[in-house]
């Protein structure tokens, strides 16, 4: 499969992910915040630490960069993208994740010196009023809370710092793709892990608790495999479009599994249309 094929199932894998975890907070047991992140990131590493051994050339050599990636994210943004999702929803969660390269441009204006071109900037201009339409809604439903919302956007914001460092990296270091992808979980359970022992959380193995997150954990790890092996093969600027996507087939799922909950109308899918047009656009233009 050629690198556009790998970031349109990486970009449907992530959008299936907030429908995953809905279903989650649907049951009526759910873990602690922690602990919910902790079962997902066992189940991303396990996918990833497999795909590395079939991929092969697993090394220790150059794996500190990406023990900082993930550090950042998944191990600290999870935390925020799983809040989001419980408190505003799948479908209102996926088009805030959507706002991903408004985040990167951001971060590299503020801190690296870049210049925006007037196609960034005409990009950024559909990404936020993709956003003024998802924070216009008035039909909302009544589970949506604003403050998930913004949960949504840090971890947003978390994941495009993450991204610049693995997409730098991509291009430069020699450890293999799933190695790194590994290593990268690998961080992230580390910090989750110290996080649970330090709130003394309550967890439980059995199936019954822990399936429900292995799923949308499985299926980032999933996700991860394709987005890392397309940014090995082709450039940011063909495969991040294309990934941004995600944020269409999040409502789509959202709508198509969870109808009854999350009322998908028109401004919502308006607002996921312009905030993946804008991402698009900054990609192809930055």
Not at 12 to 25: C, D, E, I, K
Request: proline share 5%; net charge positive; no cysteine.
């Amino acid at each position: 499969m050629d690198a556009i094929g790998l970031a349109l199932v990486s970009a449907a894998l992530f959008g299936a992910m907030p429908v995953a975890v809905r279903f989650g907070y649907a049951r009526a047991h759910v873990p602690a915040p922690a602990v919910v992140v902790l079962y997902m990131n066992l189940a991303t590493f396990g996918v990833l630490a497999i795909a590395a051994a079939v991929q092969g050339g697993v090394t220790l050599r150059g794996l500190v960069p990406f023990l900082l990636a993930g550090t950042i994210a998944p191990g600290i943004s999870y935390l925020f993208i799983t809040a989001g999702i419980r408190e505003a929803g799948s479908s209102r969660a996926s088009v805030a994740f959507g706002t991903a390269p408004l985040f990167a441009v951001g971060l590299a204006v503020a801190f690296f010196g870049e210049r925006p071109g007037i196609g960034v900037l005409a990009g950024a201009f559909l990404v936020v009023g993709g956003a003024l339409a998802l924070a216009g809604e008035r039909d909302r439903p009544g589970h949506v809370r604003t403050i998930g919302l913004v949960y949504a956007l840090v971890g947003t914001a978390l994941f495009s710092l993450r991204d610049n460092i693995v997409r730098h990296l991509s291009l430069e270091t020699e450890v293999p793709s799933m190695t790194g992808g590994a290593a990268t979980l690998a961080a992230a359970l580390a910090v989750t892990s110290v996080l649970v022992l330090l709130r003394r959380d309550r967890v439980d193995w059995p199936p019954s608790v822990i399936g429900p997150w292995l799923l949308p954990g499985a299926i980032i790890g999933l996700s991860y495999v394709a987005l890392l092996e397309a940014f090995y093969r082709e450039t940011v600027s063909v495969v991040a479009p294309i990934v941004g996507t995600e944020s269409l087939w999040g409502v789509a799922f959202s709508a198509l599994l969870l109808r009854r909950t999350e009322r998908v109308g028109r401004r919502l899918a308006l607002g996921a249309l312009l905030v993946v047009a804008g991402g698009a656009l900054i990609a192809l233009t930055r």
